[in-house]
T-cell receptor, first 111, second 116 residues
Framework: KQEVTQIPAALSVPEGENLVLNCSFT??????LQWFRQDPGKGLTSLLL?????REQTSGRLNASLDKSSGRSTLYIAASQPGDSATYLC??????????FGTGTSLTVIP | DTEVTQTPKHLVMGMTNKKSLKCEQH?????MYWYKQKAKKPPELMFV???????INESVPSRFSPECPNSSLLNLHLHALQPEDSALYLC???????????????FGDGTRLSIL
């Protein structure tokens, strides 16, 4: 079974810093990988989707990379803002059509 | 505002009650999903519907009964739930035929369910 791990579990940074969130998965036979943010008590907001054939996706201050062979993805957030504070989740879609979410990283950006 | 609407936002029910959760989307998506999320845990997939037909059931207990009456609507019927079923129930949708869709999932804000 696919296992998806996110490190660190929690991260606190001062406003303006650049930061990297990590996502690791054990089975490289993935279809795609999606990054989400979740605010407390809310649903998930899709940030970026990377297909298995892609290496990188960018949206505004966010950049996600994928190294399928090593089972890793990173989410880079530039010039962090207090509004970026949330839990960030990665999710992989296996070619076996199953979805697996990572354990999440709780981000706090301090003004 | 989310494009996937879930009602109710909160639900408290006894173990003998019967209730239903509702999910609606008008994006023309043909795949819809139910997830269960416990506090401080990631979402866990429960069911996937593709073109109104159940395509994935992740060994969910029969006290949870999904229904997809049309392409815009997804229900989750609840009966004889247990206290450990208390969680946030999330609905999602995506374009194209599931489960082979390469399009992103869009989530609702969820229903917070508490079982007394």
């Amino acid at each position: 079974k696919q296992e998806v791990t996110q490190i660190p579990a929690a991260l606190s940074v001062p406003e303006g810093e650049n930061l990297v969130l990590n996502c690791s998965f054990t089975d490289s036979a993935i279809y795609n990988l999606q990054w989400f943010r979740q605010d407390p008590g809310k649903g998930l907001t899709s940030l970026l989707l990377i297909q298995s054939s892609q290496r990188e996706q960018t949206s505004g201050r966010l950049n996600a990379s994928l190294d399928k062979s090593s089972g890793r993805s990173t989410l880079y957030i530039a010039a962090s803002q207090p509004g970026d504070s949330a839990t960030y989740l990665c999710a992989v879609r296996n070619t076996g059509n199953q979805f697996y979410f990572g354990t999440g990283t709780s981000l706090t950006v301090i003004p | 505002d989310t494009e996937v609407t879930q009602t109710p936002k909160h639900l408290v029910m006894g173990m003998t009650n019967k209730k239903s959760l509702k999910c609606e989307q008008h994006m023309g998506h043909r795949a819809m999903y139910w997830y269960k999320q416990k506090a401080k845990k990631p979402p866990e997939l429960m069911f996937v519907y593709s073109y109104e037909k159940l395509s994935i059931n992740e060994s969910v207990p029969s006290r949870f009964s999904p229904e997809c009456p049309n392409s815009s609507l997804l229900n989750l019927h609840l009966h004889a739930l247990q206290p450990e079923d208390s969680a946030l129930y999330l609905c999602a949708s995506s374009q194209g035929p599931a489960p082979w869709s390469n399009q992103p999932q869009h989530f609702g804000d969820g229903t917070r369910l508490s079982i007394l």
